[in-house]
């Protein structure tokens, strides 16, 4: 079994302060994360993704995010907002041999001028 | 490369009528391709699971005569929403699988459907 959690629905932030969408998840086994940005009416673009090797990412548009096993987390960070980066974001999970992957409820980023 | 296409990216229909929705990997074989639905707002529902020479796995709830998919090669699944209704309108996506490999399936752009 496999799920995953985003833990804000909705993240407001100064253009030019860093961003931080939490998301931890949850796997019988060791599991494949990735985070997604959709714009409006739009869809899915891949940001990056943690297939069991470095446990620091890093992905397109300066996001990156970091695979901690304790914390089963995986949360998406960028050092500064852009107006552009507002969007939907959402973090999957996908483990075990299983194809199905699992998409947490998604974050809203909202980036203020 | 890796690469999914949609077609229509947009269509409206009349109730009672038959959509079919296209998606395609252009440049890799995807034995699996999955259907997600999403409605405005929410987070993409899987559908079904479609494999290339066999029938498809459906979710739970949702209904597989009124939602026909189709996997008729290694490169084109169609999903086609029969005798539609307005609650049908929504966002749908597909997505591909590369045959081999790691688990990371590559989304197509979506169709927006509006049933009036």
């Known amino acids: 079994a496999q799920s995953v959690t985003q833990l804000d629905s909705h993240v407001s932030v100064s253009e030019g302060t860093p961003v931080l969408l939490r998301c931890n998840y949850s796997s019988s086994y060791s599991p494949s994360l990735f985070w997604y940005v959709q714009h409006p009416n739009k869809g899915l673009q891949l940001l990056l993704k943690?297939?069991?090797?470095?446990?620091l990412v890093k992905g397109i548009n300066g996001f990156e995010a970091e695979f901690k096993k304790s914390e089963t987390s995986f949360h998406l960070t960028k050092p500064s907002a852009h107006m552009s980066d507002a969007a939907e974001y959402f973090c999957?999970?996908?483990?075990?041999?299983?194809?199905?992957?699992?998409f947490g409820t998604g974050t809203k980023l909202q980036v203020i001028p | 490369g890796a690469v999914v296409s949609q077609h229509p990216s947009w269509v409206i229909c009349k109730s009672g009528t038959s959509v079919k929705i296209e998606c395609r990997s252009l440049?890799?074989?995807?034995?699996?391709m999955f259907w997600y639905r999403q409605f405005p707002k929410q987070s993409l529902m899987l559908m079904a699971t479609?494999?290339?020479?066999?029938?498809?796995?459906?979710e739970q709830g949702v209904e597989k005569d009124k939602f026909l998919i189709n996997h008729a090669s290694l490169t084109l699944s169609t999903l086609t929403v029969t005798s539609a209704h307005p609650e049908d309108s929504s966002f749908y996506i597909c997505?591909?699988?590369?045959?081999?490999?790691?688990?990371?399936?590559?989304f197509g752009p979506g169709t927006r459907l509006t049933v009036t």
């Open positions: 479609s494999n290339e020479g066999s029938k498809a796995t459906y």
């Open positions: 943690y297939t069991s090797a470095a446990t």
């Open positions: 440049d890799f074989q995807a034995t699996t």
């Open positions: 999957v999970v996908s483990s075990g041999g299983y194809q199905k992957v699992t």
């Open positions: 997505s591909a699988k590369i045959s081999t490999g790691t688990y990371e399936q590559y």
